[in-house]
């Protein structure tokens, strides 16, 4: 499971496309952390140009999040480092630098209504299914984006896309492509084994204590003791200091003349509307419109006239999302409806009643019953809203003037004991002492969170750490003791040591077994008689193929096994042994179902799907790999 997520995950379209990143931290919970300048440190530059630290850590969190959304409880760091989340994250972060630059080196830019479309396209910040600019300025609030951070991200998403569409615009997959794919994917064999299991070696081991010791002088990275440290906290919630924050009118007043295009209102139509489609299927097209059109006609003849639009609406309108509620569209602002539609819509008064309205959808009667003009919300009305606005800005601003006054005491401190005194007299903090932890115990705070983790475990002994800033509040972080990684005594880890030896030597004899077996199966000797030698069985798979992922009764990932399915009566041995969960593989062929031409068409628009996208990596990916062999990329390990 993990090889294959791995692979779908580390594609190249995902490496270069940052997709409105926000956006989705929004959606899945894991708000960006906010901070000025001296918040974020440098983990990267590309020809100049920085990466931001912060960046980096919202991006490695967001990765994170979704293997553990994935994975559950069984997610753990050793697999996030396997999966190697850090430099997957920097990666996109550097090939989306890159791709913007070259994207503008080639002239290609995106337009101020580009952006907007972007923006109102997206259902974090639509209301009735129309965007809704009041409810965009607060989600954005809420999460303590910056506008105009945001809308440039989406801007550099936008000219990310047109880059990747026209690198990509000549990679097409063909018939046969699509054929020979389904034929290898699709075709299953049967496999008779031999397991060679390394359980049974390891009962004539012996290993001695100068082995063990030899071996622990060797490979000491292996049996660390983690750096462990013990440090003073403090952490500030911005909501428990907004209602300290005082907001003068005067405050208010500058605000809203200084934001005034947030608060503006745009002109918004509430309308119904009855759609007659002209036949798709019909051979003779123009007479279908001619019919269409027909129809349009008479109901426009019937609403001019005096009946009841809605009741007409439910009748024959052909929109299938209207027509229920009478052709009932609601409230609606523009740039949401297509052209021709939004025009006629917004020309109308109240109550009025359009001509025929052509689209690609086909012909339309539009019904406006409420208009609103475009305007600015009066300053009363949005006060709460720009109070609420400005607290939270000065609840930043008094939490970090707080903690920096604990800082100063906290300096002063001797010892573990002065600090928990300043920690329990400490009133609107949370704050206390940690006692010695390592980075990966999750019993502790401050581990669990990358941030902090990152901050507190670069601190020597009496040195205190930037105001850490999170989505909730600020940390002030000082270290107390620090004790250094170091490779474990011998007497501590002597029987894992041995165990570690014995599983190796087990695991080697094991496997030479193996290739002893496979040599002379190659040589011709009969397959039952080889295993009995051994006293094994051979065993069977049963039918698989390809896209089962894995093997059955072995647990062999083979989606990336090619060679294991041209195995045939004429070369029925697997060339290898193949190992999985302590034990070792001898593969025979033992039949074959060939793929059958009946089941390509309802899986053909799939696997094109999925090869298209397989060239697309391909193509993106030595394009990438070009613009960084041409670029300057320094990394700066210490912020990783």
């Known amino acids: 499971m993990l090889e294959g997520i791995r692979k779908r995950r580390n594609s190249v379209v ?12 929004i959606f899945w919970g894991v708000g960006p952390n906010s901070g000025g300048e001296d918040a974020s440190g440098v983990v990267a530059t590309v020809d100049g140009e920085s990466i931001g630290s912060r960046d980096y850590a919202n991006l490695y969190k967001r990765e994170i999040e979704y293997y553990r959304n994935t994975f559950k409880e069984q997610f753990t760091e050793e697999m996030a480092e396997r999966l190697n989340l850090k430099k997957k994250a920097l990666d996109i972060l550097i090939n989306r630098l890159l791709a913007i630059k070259e994207a503008k080196e080639q002239g290609i830019d995106v337009t101020d209504k580009d952006v907007q479309d972007a923006i109102k396209a997206i259902p974090a910040f639509s209301s009735n299914g129309a965007f809704d600019k009041d409810l965009y300025f607060k989600v954005l609030s809420s999460n303590r984006i ?73 490979n000491a990275s292996e049996f660390m003791a983690p750096a462990r440290v013990n440090a003073f906290y403090a ?54 419109r ?16 005096g009946s009841d639009f809605a009741t007409i609406a439910k009748k024959v309108s052909q929109d299938p999302g209207s027509a229920r509620q009478g052709g009932e569209l609601g409230w609606f602002q523009k740039g949401v409806m297509i052209k021709a539609f939004e025009e006629a819509a917004f020309a109308l008064n109240k109550n009025e009643v359009s001509g025929v309205v052509e689209t690609e959808f086909g012909y339309h009667v539009i019904k406006v019953e409420e208009k609103k003009d475009a305007g600015l919300k009066p300053v009363k009305e949005v006060e709460p809203e720009i109070k609420e606005a400005l607290a939270g800005q000065k609840a930043v601003e008094l939490a970090r003037e707080a903690l920096t006054a604990l800082d100063a005491k906290a300096a002063q401190a001797k010892g573990d004991d002065e600090l928990k005194k300043i920690a329990s007299s400490a009133k609107g903090f949370k704050a206390g002492v940690t006692g010695f932890f390592s980075e990966d115990d999750q019993g502790v705070e401050l581990a669990r969170n990358e941030q902090l983790k990152s901050a507190v475990f670069t601190l020597n002994p009496g ?10 509040g600020a940390y ?19 029987s894992v040591v041995k165990g570690r030896i014995t599983e190796e030597k087990a695991g ?57 399915f041209k195995l045939d009566e004429k070369s029925p041995y697997f060339p290898e042994v193949l190992s999985q969960g302590g034990r070792h593989y001898v593969l025979k062929f033992a039949g074959v ?14 696997i094109r799907a999925r090869v298209l996208a397989e060239k697309q990596d391909e193509v993106l990916g030595k394009w990438l790999a070009g613009l960084r062999e041409n670029a300057k990329i320094k990394i700066n390990e210490g912020e990783l």
Do not use: C, W
């Open 14 to 25: 995902i490496l270069i496309a940052f997709a409105a990143i926000i956006v989705v931290f």
């Open 463 to 472: 040195e205190g750490s930037r105001i850490v800033e999170t989505e909730d």
């Open 146 to 218: 910056n506008p105009a951070e945001f809308e440039g991200n989406v801007e550099a998403d936008l000219i990310t896309s047109k880059i990747r569409d026209k690198v990509l615009k000549d990679v097409i997959v063909s018939e046969e492509d699509v054929r020979e794919r389904y034929f290898s994917e699709n075709r299953k064999i049967d496999l008779s084994f031999i397991a060679v299991d390394i359980s049974a070696a390891k009962g004539g081991i012996t290993v001695t204590d100068e082995e063990a010791k030899a071996y622990l002088q060797k």
């Open 235 to 288: 952490f500030a919630g911005f909501n428990d200091f907004k209602g300290k924050a005082e907001v003068t009118s005067a405050e208010v007043k500058e605000y809203y003349e200084k934001n005034k295009g947030r608060f503006e209102t745009p002109a918004a139509v509430k309308a119904r509307h009855i759609l007659i489609r002209s036949d798709a299927a019909a051979a003779d097209k123009e007479k279908a």
């Open 593 to 606: 179902k060939e793929a059958q031409e009946a089941g390509l068409d309802a899986k053909k628009e799939e």
């Open 508 to 564: 080697l004899a094991a496997r030479e077994k193996a290739v002893k077996m496979l040599d002379r199966l190659k040589a011709g000797e009969d397959m039952a008689k080889v295993a009995g030698s051994e006293n094994l069985k051979v065993a069977s798979t049963g039918y698989f193929s390809r896209t089962d992922g894995f093997m059955p009764r072995t647990g062999l990932f083979v989606g990336d096994k090619e060679t294991l």
């Open 290 to 305: 001619a019919e269409a059109r027909r129809k349009i006609d008479d109901i426009l003849k019937k609403v001019k006239s």
């Open 476 to 494: 002030l972080l000082r270290a107390v003791q620090r004790q250094d990684a170091r490779v474990h005594d011998f007497k501590d880890v002597a």
